[in-house]
Nanobody, 123 residues
Framework: QVLLVESGGGLVQAGGSLRLSCAAS???????????MGWFRQAPGKEHEFVAA????????YYPDSAKGRFTISRDNAKNTMYLQMNSLKPDDTAVYYC?????????????WGQGTQVTVSS
């Protein structure tokens, strides 16, 4: 069983910052450090949208244009945890944010989703 637990979401004003965390556990994730990981988000009525990716050892990262320069993905393999630092937040960033293992670099999720964490950015 795979367990991904996202946290750190909340309500913030436009221009503000949040730091999301993703804790991974479970038998399948006994080797967290062997997985490329990513962050995705889903706004009401929309599909999951790719936000950021990080390679298994943290050496490579990838962002879509919507996140470049504002979001930073990182990971601590010793803690089986991944992070997303989000700065200069905009109302368009409002969504439920999910972490996921990647099936294919950089933006194809493996299909295991946590419960997500709500991020709401007010204008």
């Amino acid at each position: 069983q795979v367990l991904l637990v996202e946290s750190g979401g909340g309500l913030v004003q436009a221009g503000g910052s949040l730091r999301l965390s993703c804790a991974a556990s479970g038998r399948t994730f006994s080797s967290f450090s062997s997985y490329h990981m990513g962050w995705f988000r889903q706004a009401p009525g929309k599909e999951h949208e790719f936000v950021a990716a990080i390679s298994w050892n943290g050496g490579d990262t990838y962002y879509p244009d919507s996140a470049k320069g504002r979001f930073t993905i990182s990971r601590d393999n010793a803690k089986n945890t991944m992070y997303l630092q989000m700065n200069s937040l905009k109302p368009d960033d409002t969504a439920v944010y999910y972490c996921a293992a990647l099936k294919r670099w950089p933006d194809v999720p493996a299909g295991y989703w946590g419960q997500g964490t709500q991020v709401t950015v007010s204008s």
